[in-house]
């Protein structure tokens, strides 16, 4: 399965910034994905990152607020934008297909 | 609506105590999946349950597909300390063509030695 690094790990945001998360995947994948996810609770989809075309995002989420690059089969990055304390989340990235996902091991984001 | 009711969300249990997390749902998934999440971790596929019926058994682990494909389950066995982390099913509605997976709310699993 694919393997994924995520970074930055953490971070201390001011209000009002934007933060750019990255994710590299070693293998080419089709589709990436976005969550956010409160420390113990599940995740939240965001939005799916297809090479080539733009983002869909999920209900709630807007492209404005989360703007997502995805350049080649190999790279995607998140953008939380305009931050507010709201925005304190752990984010994740995932790829994979049908019968199994891996994930990025998430940037834990607190915005102060 | 949560498309996949989870339970139950929070479980302290001694070493050596067996344990059932269940994930129900109405409506029939294509296949559903079993993560497990320490802290400062993403999630990690433990396991995939794709036919009606299905059973897998992972060391002290035993995951379960219904007939229906509709529900899951996952029995742990003589608990370790090392077993603590969140447990999260996730199903997928679309055979694999939209690759979106549904995520239940997550079971917080403490094992106390």
């Known amino acids: 399965s694919a393997v994924i690094s995520q970074k930055p790990s953490r971070d201390i945001c001011q209000r009002g910034t934007s933060l750019t998360i990255q994710c590299q995947v070693d293998s080419q994948v089709t589709m990436m994905f976005w969550y956010r996810q409160q420390p113990g609770q599940s995740l939240t989809l965001i939005a799916t990152a297809n090479q080539g075309s733009e983002a869909t995002y999920e209900s709630g989420f807007v492209i404005d607020k989360f703007p997502i690059s995805r350049p080649n089969l190999t790279f995607s990055t998140l953008t939380v934008s305009n931050m507010s304390p709201e925005d304190s989340s752990i984010y994740l990235c995932?790829?994979?297909?049908?019968?199994?996902?891996?994930f990025g091991s998430g940037t834990r984001l607190t915005v102060v | 609506t949560q498309l996949l009711e989870q339970s139950p969300q929070f479980l302290s249990i001694q070493e050596g105590e067996n344990l059932t997390v269940y994930c129900n749902s109405s409506s029939v998934f294509s296949s559903l999946q079993w993560y497990r999440q320490e802290p400062g971790e993403g999630p990690v596929l433990r396991v995939t349950v794709g036919t009606g019926g299905e059973v897998k058994k992972l060391k002290r682990l035993t995951f379960q597909f219904g007939d229906a494909r509709k529900d899951s389950s996952l029995h742990i066995t003589a608990a370790q300390p090392g077993d603590t982390g969140l447990y999260l099913c996730?199903?997928?509605?679309?055979?694999?063509?939209?690759?979106?997976?549904?995520f239940g709310k997550g079971t917080l699993l403490t094992v106390n030695p």
């Open positions: 996730a199903g997928d509605r679309s055979g694999g063509s939209n690759y979106k997976l549904t």
């Open positions: 995932s790829a994979g297909q049908g019968y199994g996902y891996t």
